[in-house]
């Protein structure tokens, strides 16, 4: 099946700081989403992101779907960005399961 | 327009019980989603249902695990007589229809098994 793999595993910022976390995938996807769960355990959407750029405020993500990778940035980093961040891609074309990678753990810190 | 509901929030079984977890989909939505994540495995998924069809059970365990989606009410995801293993999150995602790929996700459910 479908790897995805996320780097970094960890992050530590202080706040104010910006951000890359990378998504590499190895097949072609029909969906990428980006996540965050926050300390709570809640899964938040934040991008449905399979090819082209996006932005939502301080966040913004970018997907290479030729080269299998997306980014997300984060810019001006606040102490409630922390949280894992979760990129997960369909299986196959139209097989419409979500795989996960493992997650960059941010922390950002005051 | 409300989101992917999950109740309840938290659950606590003993060895043993069964566990029922309910999953309302967003308004419009016929397809629904269950994954789990388990603290050392992360997130998986586990099955896909439509409106009175199971579509795709692959990711369910072969014992104890079963799911519903029925034509009224919410979706279930049932657990028949749980061990310490099933303790972890069960988050329910939902879709319009089959040609739209984006998932929206719930807050989850824990399950906590003493």
């Known amino acids: 099946g479908i790897q995805v793999e996320q780097s970094p595993p960890d992050l530590i910022l202080q706040e104010g700081a910006n951000s890359t976390l990378r998504c590499n995938f190895s097949?072609?996807?029909?969906?990428l989403q980006w996540f965050h769960q926050n300390p709570w355990g809640q899964l938040i959407n934040l991008f449905y992101i399979p090819s082209g750029t996006k932005q939502n405020g301080r966040l913004s993500a970018t997907t290479v779907a030729t080269e299998r990778y997306s980014l997300l940035y984060i810019s001006s980093s606040q102490t409630t960005d922390s949280g894992v961040y979760f990129c997960a891609v369909d299986d196959i074309k139209g097989a419409q399961k979500l795989v996960f990678g493992q997650g960059t753990r941010l922390t950002i810190n005051p | 327009n409300a989101g992917v509901m999950q109740n309840p929030r938290h659950l606590v079984r003993r060895r043993g019980q069964e566990a029922r977890l309910r999953c309302s989909p967003m308004k419009g939505h016929s397809h629904v989603y269950w994954y789990r994540q388990l603290p050392e495995e992360g997130l998986k998924f586990m099955v896909y249902?439509?409106?009175?069809?199971?579509?795709?059970e692959s990711g369910m365990p072969k014992e104890r695990f079963s799911a519903e989606f029925p034509k009224e009410g919410p979706s279930i995801l049932r657990i028949q007589q749980v061990v310490r293993g099933d303790s972890a999150a069960y988050f329910c995602?939902?879709?319009?229809?089959?040609?739209?790929?984006?998932?929206?996700f719930g807050p989850g459910t824990r399950l906590t098994v003493l």
């Open positions: 995602a939902s879709s319009p229809r089959q040609d739209y790929n984006e998932q929206f």
């Open positions: 249902l439509q409106k009175e069809n199971i579509i795709d």
């Open positions: 097949d072609s996807v029909n969906n």
